[in-house]
């Protein structure tokens, strides 16, 4: 099986605080690779280091090393990158433009100038997200007035306009109830034929649902990686164990 | 013990608020009370210097004419078929106005002695000098500030009018509102530009160092200062420099717009920058993680989002501009001016106060009636403001 992400000896500073302690672990092709663990573990910021988001924060220092597929991310062109690694945010965040400008915004960024082809294009990403028989009389309709699962839809519809290799999601229904985050898991599933998504999630019921692969991750360290079902079923750390059972301080 | 404490709380905050809003009342009921009365459309659209006509009688002789139904102080002259009355023009001096110009009257056919043209004079007109020889062929003058029942008694006892000077208009301010339109257009022209990307650069690109801090501080620092101290940097810099680019002599439109961009920038830059700072950092994120480019996401995603900042930034700058006067004393100039260039000396609206009142006869209730105008301006942009920051506040909660 081939390795998308290859992470190797990461260790992660903001200013003085060690966030990320000598992370090593691969993300396997066409998978769901869930990251748990409790809050401020560093799960957030590893995921990311996948697309450089952390460049926009000064005080951050990686170092290590970063592979997506043969190259270090740190010498691929940021831009680049980003387009070939999509990510969904934990709160829904669509601009306020129409729902066709959304979705349209990123091939759009990318000197994208043909109606016809981007007509195609957003229809086929909403379609791909579920979202098109939802909205598909009302595209030039704010995105705004969308319900809180329907933004989200659309912000993974944006996302997969870009058609990138790896779709990174952060905490993606944590800001939905639960018929929203039902759609959002189901969609998960349909996504994985075709790309590789790495999940942050707090719910680990969700992450034993729609994962392939589990990292548990505590105070910047991973403590356990291995296919979802060995990890859950018979978790090889203590830690892990108290953790998913509940038994965790 | 605690009654009294509050009770005396009480009563203090009840008495200087009362006080303050009495006050601010009062301001505004002087304000009304001695401007609405001059307060007409044709304040706003007449010229500020009269037209003054030099005339004399065309040979048509006087007859006897029969006299209108007259109020209170109007005065009728019977050889001349004319009701005076005593008034005061716009800019506050003592004049006597036709009212009534009989049907057969001389005054409807007198010669214009400089162009020797036929002017017919309307009721609305000033007559300001009259001079006149009667049956024992001395000269005898009748003076508009004599009043209207001396002159018409006068023009009675005489034979036949030699000379006389009428005018008609003048105390509009339509050149200081064109001019005040003329600067908010140029000042906006030349600050909205800086300031914007200034607040984009300092929000978006600036690092968080403490070089920008001490910028941002200065920035405030800059809002603090008096305007007169503006007006002087315009006057040593500014005027020098439209003189040598543009041909103005002295103060001009132009170096007045300087002057007020550099008053503005601070605001501008601080309004726009808030606006850019209210923009949820969901929408740089994701526009990022989308692929696109800085320069993208602030074309794209930012500035459109920070547009109701940058308008309220606008209007801010449209009521300062309409209430500045010291600055511009020095860079725009105290002349009344009828006709406008931007390289040429004129006046604001509130210069235009400051020109009337600085005369020999202070002119209360024009000055009173152009402070309304201001007002009703400003109390506009307010209300426009609150609407725009209202809509802005309802962009941030979703």
């Given amino acids: ?249 | 013990m605690r009654k009294t404490k509050d009770l005396l709380s009480n009563i203090f905050t009840y008495l200087f608020s009362s006080f303050g809003i009495i006050i601010l009342f009062s301001i505004l009921i002087f304000i009304f009370r001695n401007g609405l009365s001059s307060l007409s459309w044709k304040l706003i659209t007449s010229d500020y210097y009269e037209t003054t006509y030099t005339l004399k009688t065309a040979g048509k002789e006087e007859g006897t004419f029969t006299c209108p139904t007259l109020t209170a102080d109007e005065y009728f002259s019977y050889r001349y078929g004319v009701v005076l009355k005593d008034s005061t023009n716009l800019v506050g001096e003592e004049v006597v106005e036709i009212t009534y110009i009989a049907e057969d009257s001389p005054f409807l056919s007198l010669i214009n002695t400089s162009s020797e043209e036929i002017v017919s004079l309307e009721c609305g007109f000033n007559i300001s000098k009259i001079v006149m020889s009667n049956d024992i062929g001395d000269y005898i003058y009748a003076l508009g500030r004599g009043g209207a029942s001396n002159m018409a008694s006068t023009m009675d006892t005489s034979n036949i009018i030699t000379d006389m000077v009428a005018s008609e208009g003048g105390g509009g301010i339509r050149g200081s509102l064109i001019s005040t339109l003329y600067l908010i257009l140029l000042t906006l022209i030349i600050s909205l530009p800086i300031g914007v990307l200034a607040a984009i650069y300092l929000n978006e690109y600036a690092p968080k160092k403490r070089f920008i801090e001490i910028i941002r501080g200065m920035i405030d620092m800059v809002a603090g200062i008096p305007s007169i101290i503006f007006g002087l940097v315009g006057a040593i810099i500014f005027i020098p420099f439209c003189n040598n680019t543009i041909g103005s002599s002295g103060g001009s439109i132009a170096s007045g717009a300087l002057t007020m961009s550099l008053i503005l920038l601070p605001t501008i830059i601080k309004t726009t920058e808030e606006a850019l700072k209210v923009i949820p950092k969901g929408y740089r994120d994701a526009s990022l993680a989308l692929g696109a480019s800085k320069t993208q996401t602030i074309n794209k995603v930012i500035l459109p989002n920070a547009i109701p900042g940058i308008l309220t930034a606008v209007l801010l700058s449209i009521g300062r501009i309409i209430g500045e006067s010291a600055a511009l004393i020095y860079a725009v100039g105290v002349a009344i001016k009828d006709t406008i260039k931007i390289n040429e000396k004129s006046t604001t609206l509130a210069v235009h106060i400051w020109s009337l009142m600085s005369g020999e006869n202070p002119n209360i209730a024009t000055s009173c009636a152009i402070s309304i105008i201001i007002l009703l301006v400003v109390f506009t942009l307010n209300v426009i403001v609150k609407l725009i920051s209202k809509k802005l506040n309802k962009m941030e909660v979703k």
């Avoid at chain 1, 060995?230 to 965790?248: A, C, H, M, Q, V």
């Fill in chain 1, 1 to 249: 099986m081939n390795n998308v992400f290859s992470v190797k000896n990461v260790d992660l500073f903001y200013g003085e605080k060690h966030v990320l302690k000598n992370v090593s672990f691969d993300i396997p092709e066409k998978q769901v690779t869930a990251f748990i663990g409790p809050s401020g573990c560093g799960k957030s910021t590893l995921l990311r280091c996948f697309n450089r988001m952390n460049d926009l924060i000064p005080s951050c220092n990686i170092k290590g090393e970063i592979h997506f597929h043969d190259r270090s991310v740190q010498e691929i062109n940021p831009i680049e990158l980003r387009t070939r690694v999509g990510m969904v945010f934990q709160n829904p965040n669509p601009f306020p433009m129409s729902i066709f400008d959304n979705v349209a915004y990123g091939p759009r960024c990318q000197g994208m100038k043909n109606k016809k082809e981007i007509n195609d294009l957003v229809v086929d990403s909403l379609k791909k997200a579920s979202l098109y028989e939802e909205v598909k009389d009302r595209l030039k309709d704010n995105a705004l007035g969308l319900s809180g699962g329907q933004q989200q839809r659309l912000c993974i519809a944006r996302c997969i306009a870009m058609k990138p290799e790896v779709i990174l999601m952060d905490e993606p229904t944590s800001a939905l109830d639960p018929i929203a985050t039902l759609k959002i898991e189901e969609l998960i599933n349909v996504l994985k034929e075709e790309y590789t998504i790495v999940i942050v999630t707090h719910n680990m019921q969700q992450a034993s649902r729609i994962s392939d692969y589990t990292a548990f991750f505590m105070l910047g360290e991973v403590i356990e990686f291995s296919s979802t079902i060995s990890l859950f079923k018979n978790p090889k750390n203590k830690k892990t164990e108290d953790y998913i059972t509940g038994r965790f301080g």
